[in-house]
């Protein structure tokens, strides 16, 4: 039976990859966690899209400013050296390519980097877009954390995303609970396993080819 | 003398019309202008069309003016939301309009309309369902969509202090959209938490210069979303 | 002989026609003589395109703040509830139809509302435009203040203008040394003449057909 | 640790090559980066393109630089000054070339390239000259033009206080055009009048965030164009 990593063992995997002095956006979920596992040495600035870069960690629940809120609608706190701003200048770092790492969870990701994590397409379905299209489409790099399927053993990593796009091959790198992805141009190629997990494992879990490490 | 003061919201929001273009303030529960809303409510205008980031929350403030059948359409980023049921149920019921729009393509849209700015390119939503009925272009080889301005009627505006100038300064996040949309619409009314006197905020402080502002109401204990809401509130 | 407006009096004659409360930004030589003469009772707020709402007079040479000029590289100072902001902010009041009076100088004005008063096309003149084209489009109101005639006696409101454009259809009202001229779709309109001054004088130093008053 | 001090301006600056494209902040002789604009001249880049909004008062600063020959294009809104003679003598005799560009045009094409709008549309030039080669489109029954985005390789800029992390104000109209270019170039390069450190500045009152700066250095008694003009100096 296979290990792999948790939630919090893939967050703290892709810190790893985020160099000392970046500027980072921090999807809700997983991605979250990202902030937890800072590497020694190194210090990133967290950016929220409704107006602030230093966010900081959530406050205790009787210091709470109510004014002070991330693109989550949660609260939070800011760092020293953090900055307020509207909407329009928020928006301006994420376009014009300030942002030097996105983190985002999805529900697909496609062998050329298309990623799908706004909208499942059903009739009915309420669409709700946020800033995801902005993000994909600005932020210099754009990592996953995903686990390697759904909750029903679907592959989330697949040759062509069957759910509307967010935006199309924009993803570097994946982290799921079973490996290390990188999209490169010869599709999936596995960079590193998680403990336990086998190429193999991966690859029949992979709902498109995956090249293995090295 | 210049003074853009009101008495009450009530008299600062008398004159919107029904089938009014109204640009609201804030992000999740920071920066909403409750109280303004509350007075549209009472005030009554129908067949609105309404610009804010999301659809409200609970059964206040922009969800309780959705739930009170005077928004026609909505033009947000985020329709849905874990407290609130308002938007959702009318939208499946067919009973209100939605134009999505992705966050920062709506923040640039509404400033290009304060900048008088037509139209814009962007990469967002490029090779999407959003960008299906949209002009695409290509510059340095990277292809970008056309987005027109988006200007309103009102803005309804919530900031922390202000001068009989209209001079504005916003607390934290509770700054998000709403100096943008101080610069989009045709009359622009903001609930202040301070008023003071002329020449009492810094003007290296100032975020929205009095020139795009047209009302101000001091409002000065404005009650906050999320409260209302632990409080099991609704409006009317 | 005639005596006409002198530049304060065709300056005090423009300030009357600008409304309580107005946002306005005064050109550079009469255009600037206005804020000597804010009727009683209105107040006028000045924006300068370097950045700034509530310019106030000169300061004093031994009072100067050297990061305090305006658009005409003078030093100025700031009036109570001032406000300062970047290049981008400052042309969006201006593009945006936030200012409510523009008051410039000019070489030409045409019986359509064009202006020109940027460059006299010379070859070998060194073209310099400033803000001026983003003023004259994006003012709601562009009022003019100039000597009806040049120097050498030729008309300065004309038929077409012979200079380069700064805008088209852009001027409503003229201030001249004899008289307050409209802009109508019937063409040129005198409003009010200059004491002293006759309509025939008027229309003879007019280079376009011009309507009498009423 | 995130720490952006370079020790002295000619470090900061030295790794501007021939035929860089270098925006300069400033106004007339308010917000010009002087120390950093000499550290140039002393450095020696050739074939630069220079943006400003002017082209330098007497033969310091940047009239200086071009007057060293340095600049082989400048991209402004008014080139002429009655302070000096420096430009216009190099390009009557043509050995500098000019792009005119609108005051608000090149703002608005600098804020554009800071973020990601690749062209805008604008009523600035319409049937002018400067309109001429100009793609044009109707919105809502008025012409407008089409303009690009402006980009840098390198920004010069001169602030009032930074901290650390880049975070930047300014002193009144110095302010002018720096916050911009700060946002359009891939090196962006701060002289400030006092470093301090992270957490003196307000976050409310930050003009500048430090995402859009790279490189400060403190000059701490920054020299001012007029007052050398006035005491007739030039440079080097």
């Known amino acids: 039976m296979s290990t792999g990593w948790n939630r919090e063992e893939m967050a703290a995997r892709a810190a790893q990859d985020i160099p000392d002095g970046s500027y980072v956006n921090l999807g809700i979920g997983i991605p979250e966690l990202v902030a937890k596992f800072v590497p020694e040495g190194r210090e990133f600035i967290y950016h929220t899209e409704n107006g602030m870069l230093g966010m900081g960690p959530p406050p205790a629940e009787d210091e709470r400013d109510l004014d002070l809120m991330n693109a989550g609608k949660k609260y939070v706190t800011a760092v020293p050296g953090a900055a307020y701003f509207h909407h329009a200048d928020s928006f301006s770092m994420i376009r014009g390519g300030h942002i030097d790492v996105c983190v985002l969870g999805t529900m697909q990701v496609s062998a050329n980097g298309d990623i799908a994590n706004w909208s499942t397409g059903a009739p009915g379905a309420i669409p709700a877009v946020g800033g995801a299209m902005d993000l994909v489409q600005g932020v210099k790099h754009i990592f996953v954390i995903t686990q390697h399927t759904t909750k029903t053993g679907e592959p989330k990593l697949v040759e062509h995303c069957s759910y509307p796009l967010t935006g199309p091959g924009v993803v570097s790198r994946i982290y799921t609970d079973l490996a290390v992805v990188d999209v490169t141009p010869a599709g999936f190629r596995v960079v590193e396993l998680a403990p336990g997990i086998t190429f193999e494992e991966v690859e029949s879990k992979t709902g498109a080819p995956i090249l293995p490490p090295g | ?236």
Request: net charge negative.
């Open chain 2, 1 to 236: 003398m210049i003074d853009k003061e009101y008495s009450s919201v009530a008299s600062a929001i008398a004159d919107i019309p029904d089938g009014a273009t109204v640009m609201i303030g804030g992000f999740g529960a920071s920066g909403n202008p409750i109280e303004l809303i509350h007075a549209l409510i009472d005030q009554g205008a129908k067949d609105l069309t309404v610009i804010n980031n999301n659809t409200g929350n609970g059964e206040v403030g922009l969800a309780a003016l959705i739930g009170n059948h005077q928004v026609r359409k909505m033009i947000c980023s985020f329709p849905r939301s874990s407290q609130s049921r308002v938007f959702p149920e009318l939208y499946k019921a067919g009973k209100i309009e939605l134009e999505l729009v992705p966050q920062g393509t709506l923040a640039e849209r509404i400033r290009a309309a304060g900048a008088g700015i037509p139209a814009f390119f962007t990469p967002t939503t490029v090779g999407t369902i959003l960008a299906e009925d949209k002009e695409t272009r290509q510059f340095d080889g990277r292809t970008f969509v056309m987005e027109p301005w988006l200007k309103a009627d009102f803005a309804l505006i919530k900031c922390e202090t202000a001068d009989r100038l209209g001079n504005l300064t916003f607390n934290k996040t509770a700054r998000n959209f709403n100096p943008l949309m101080c610069m989009a619409a045709t009359t622009t009314i903001v609930q202040t938490g301070k008023l003071v006197a002329r020449g009492d905020i810094d003007p290296e402080r100032v975020i929205t210069p009095g020139i795009f502002v047209n009302r101000i109401v001091e409002v000065s204990d404005p009650v906050h979303e999320d409260i209302l809401i632990a409080e099991g509130r609704s409006y009317p």
